[in-house]
């Protein structure tokens, strides 16, 4: 309860004070009575306070309370009674008592509950209501509500609660602006409030402005906003239910139309159309056109299949169904070197050349001029000429008949049946084509087993495949090209520029490399033709079974004396591998020629037997005399080794090393380079022996007579030195007494004259400190001075400036609040309480603490004035 008891008793007597009350058991009873105040109540013994005291419930004005079990009241308002005297009451009921009914406070009977303390009624503002619904039945000023109704009270008003009825929620008003709408839908039928009749789920727009208010069985779903229209904007809508729209039009489920700013320059959604999309304006230009397709008819229905051509200055929203072909697209504008390559798709009459297409028709239209291809004709590809130097081609194919051919050194279009053709070649070759074969010739470094070229050229780049491929052969090379067509080679000798046809390709030339040789260690597209060297390395066995090693270099070029001879140029391509063939078949004559000879006469001619067995030997005839005319025959080593095959010729042979591969032939040879120059060195030692013996004796007699010579001198020297030692002792004696006086003397003066400058050092360092204590005390007492003056001057000026901004606060305090404010202020308090005094008709008055005595012996003949009635006043005290 919100009011507040009075401290419990815990006596037999308990006062209750007005509008206070008690409940008191009777214990034998067992009846709860109550007791009102004022009045004292004495408790017997068989009774008890169960409640109280207790202050009876206010109902202020514009406020009401809920008592649980009420008591039950007659006509008039009295309480009934059992016949043991206790109050009836309502059990399970709800009383709700109000200002008008219960204007007195009241007590609780027993068996009341405050159900719910003393609230304020609810206040409806304007533009809102309170839903209600009613628990129980009951009829309200005429109205018959059944439990479960709902009903709105709407303001402004004050709602007065009822037992029957429950507060829902509060509900606000809803404002709809401009270009808004509401939409409700509805719980239940009901009768809105334009008195349409609306079915249970019903949905529906409220578009007019201001408040809305919606009704008990109404929910607002949602506020719809207006789509604002332009003239580059409209709304493709859907219709989900067959209905009437806005303009007056029958739309049925699933129809799809466009609101453009023609109707309407805004929009609100019907609760039965559906945006499917924003659809802005297409615009072409003078320059530009569009297919658009399966277009709306005028009847509004999509013409499926067809396709409408429109062309710029043009601006249109495309219908529901519309979609452009390939969006909107560019006038073609040819120049003199381009064209388009064109196909009928439905067969029509062509304006421009005077004839009927038929499908699949294919022709080209060339420049300079511009075109937009109709609905039936697709534009397959755009053609431009391709300017080609002399040096330079590309390769076409007639789609028609399949043959390929190549285009040099004129600028060319292709027509509406050919197309580039891309040549293929193996990897090999295309790596080839862009190295140098004079300058990246797989020679190596050494002939070790190195495998990088001694250039490395840069990765190549793409090559166009429909481009004419082209070689440059270097100077004193060759290359050969085959024809697969027509079963032909041919030969190119450098430097010279190689374009292949369609059916031509090169031949790749794979050489043995490294040392020792192997096969399959080079491959380029151009054989040069030399002069060059390669190095090899062989194993041989002498006659008396000798293993050795040779590594030789030979000198070679191909001889070609005519160019122009195709069988003489065929035969350099008629060995795959020269260089392998070559060193095999002179290590098979080296070999051979070696077999025949012992180790030491091969040792000895080597150079010889090996250039004889590689290039043979020729007789040459000699003349022996003058007078006698017959000649004899020499024999002479060739020149030159020729392999009749391709022509190589063989020059001449270096040799660069010979090594024994056998262990026992390499351990005698070393041995006998060991005894060699074993032998050399001990000749060489014995000489050198003899030499030293010699020089030895010639220095010992030379040694003799030096020490001789020395032990003669030393005699003398000896002599002098006696002398010497003799003349010092003496002039060591008197040295040493002379040099003790004296050195006495002199250390006697030194200690006095160091004792003087010690004792003047002293006294000068006292003077020093002192005069340097009495400067740092000065200096001290000097910024001490000169602290406290300043910190006192600040202070000065710091008091100065607060007088200054107290009298200047003060001033501007006065100046705000006024004399005559001032003045008044100063003379409230004594004319407040003569003002009181006269209030109460007072005359004097004393107020005393009782604790300072006061004098009254000439107090009371001054209050007995002549005339004064000194009757005491009374008093009332209302309340």
């Known amino acids: 309860m919100s009011s507040k008891s009075l401290p419990p008793q815990t006596d037999a007597v308990y006062r209750i004070a007005p509008y206070y009350y008690i409940h008191v058991l009777d214990l034998n009873t067992n009846v709860t009575r109550l007791e009102i105040g004022p009045k004292t109540f004495v408790k017997l013994d068989n009774e008890t306070v169960s409640i109280g005291p207790e202050k009876m419930i206010t109902v202020p004005s514009g406020h009401y309370c809920v008592v649980e079990n009420p008591v039950v009241r007659n006509e008039i308002g009295q309480v009934y009674f059992d016949d043991n005297g206790q109050a009836k009451l309502s059990h399970a009921d709800l009383d709700i008592r109000l200002e008008k009914d219960y204007k007195e406070p009241f007590p609780l009977y027993p068996g009341e509950v405050l159900r719910q303390s003393v609230t304020p009624l609810k206040h409806v503002a304007a533009n809102s209501a309170l839903r209600l619904k009613a628990v129980l039945d009951f009829d309200g000023n005429g109205e018959q509500r059944n439990a479960g109704d709902e009903w709105l009270f709407e303001g402004p008003g004050t709602y007065t609660p009822r037992k029957e009825v429950s507060v829902e929620e509060q509900i606000c008003a809803t404002v709809i602006t401009s270009n808004q709408a509401i939409r409700l839908s509805a719980k239940k039928e009901i009768i809105d409030r334009m008195g349409e009749h ?45 209905f009437t729209d806005d303009f007056g039009q029958t739309r049925k489920n699933g129809d799809e139309w466009l609101v453009t700013t023609e109707q309407t320059e805004t929009h609100i959604l019907n609760v039965y159309e559906q945006l499917v999309a924003h659809v802005h304006i297409t615009t072409l230009n003078s320059r530009q056109y569009c297919v658009i397709l399966n277009p709306v008819s005028a009847d509004g229905k999509n013409q499926l299949g067809k396709k409408k051509l429109l062309v710029g200055e043009k601006s249109f929203f495309l219908q529901p169904g519309e979609q452009l072909e390939k969006g909107v697209q560019d006038v073609y504008i040819l120049g003199e070197d381009e064209g388009l390559i064109l196909k009928c798709i439905i067969s029509f009459d062509d304006e421009l050349d005077k004839m009927t297409r038929t499908p699949g028709d294919r022709w080209m239209i060339k420049g300079p001029r511009d075109y937009i291809p109709p609905t039936q004709v697709e534009v397959l590809m755009r053609r431009k000429a391709i300017p080609l130097d002399e040096n330079e081609g590309i390769y076409v194919r007639n789609i028609k008949t399949g043959r390929v051919r190549a285009v040099v050194g004129a600028t060319y279009m292709l027509t509406q049946v050919e197309e580039l053709w891309n040549k293929e070649l193996p990897p090999e070759i295309e790596q080839l084509l862009h190295k140098d074969a004079s300058a990246d010739r797989i020679v190596r470094k050494s002939d070790t087993d190195v495998k990088t070229p001694i250039t490395s050229s840069p990765q190549p780049k793409k090559r166009d495949k429909f481009k004419l491929v082209t070689y440059r052969v270097p100077h004193n090379a060759a290359v050969q090209v085959y024809d697969y067509k027509a079963k032909h080679s041919r030969i190119v000798f450098g430097p010279e520029l190689v374009m292949l046809g369609p059916d031509e390709q090169f031949t790749l030339i794979n050489l043995s490399g490294c040392v020792p040789k192997k096969p399959n260690q080079i491959r380029s597209l151009a054989l040069l033709l030399g002069p060059d060297f390669f190095t090899d390395i062989m194993d041989i066995e002498t006659a008396d079974h000798a293993r050795l090693s040779l590594q030789l270099s030979y000198s070679w070029f191909f001889d070609i004396s005519d160019r122009t001879n195709e069988k003489e140029a065929a035969k350099l391509f008629s060995v795959p591998d020269f260089i392998g063939d070559a060193t095999k078949a002179i290590a098979s004559r080296i070999r051979g020629a070696v077999a025949g000879v012992q180790f030491d006469d091969f040792h000895k001619n080597s150079a010889n037997i090996i250039r004889a067995s590689v290039f043979g030997v020729e007789l040459v005839p000699e003349t022996t005399t003058s007078t006698d005319k017959q000649s004899t025959s020499q024999p002479r080593v060739r020149d030159r080794f020729v392999f009749q095959q391709n022509n190589l010729v063989l020059t001449s042979i270096d040799i660069q090393s010979i090594e024994p591969v056998d262990q026992r032939t390499r351990d005698a040879l070393q041995k006998s380079v060991q005894l060699a120059i074993e032998i050399t060195t001990m000749s060489q030692e014995a000489s050198a022996k003899h030499e030293a013996s010699r020089r030895e004796q010639e220095a010992k007699g030379l040694l003799e007579r030096h020490r001789i010579k020395d032990e003669a001198g030393a ?149 007995l004035g002549d005339g004064v009635d000194i009757t005491p006043k009374k008093r009332v005290i209302k309340g």
């Open 198 to 242: 609306r079915v249970t789920g019903e949905n529906w727009l409220v578009k007019k402005s201001g408040a809305y208010l919606p009704l008990a069985y109404e929910t607002v779903v949602n506020v719809e906003n207006a789509h604002v229209l332009t003239d580059k904007k409209a709304l493709h809508l859907r219709a989900l239910k067959t």
């Open 715 to 863: 005699e003398e020297i000896r002599r002098a030195l006696l002398e010497l030692q003799a003349i010092s002792a003496a002039v060591e004696s008197t040295g040493h007494a002379k040099a003790d006086a004296q050195s006495r003397a002199e250390s006697a003066r030194i200690e006095g004259e160091s004792t003087v400058e010690q004792a003047r050092l002293k006294a000068e360092a006292s003077r020093i400190e002192a005069e340097a204590e009495l400067e740092r005390l000065k200096v001290l007492h000097e910024a001490e001075i000169k602290f406290l003056k300043q910190q006192n001057e600040h202070e000065i000026n710091k008091k100065q400036h607060l007088s200054q901004i107290e009298i200047e606060k003060f001033r501007r305090q006065v100046e705000a609040i006024g004399a005559e404010t001032i003045q008044a202020i100063a003379t409230s308090g004594p004319e407040t309480q003569v003002k009181l005094l006269q209030a109460l008709g007072l005359q004097s008055t004393l107020i005393t603490d009782g604790r300072s005595p006061i004098n009254l012996m000439s107090f009371g003949q001054n209050l």
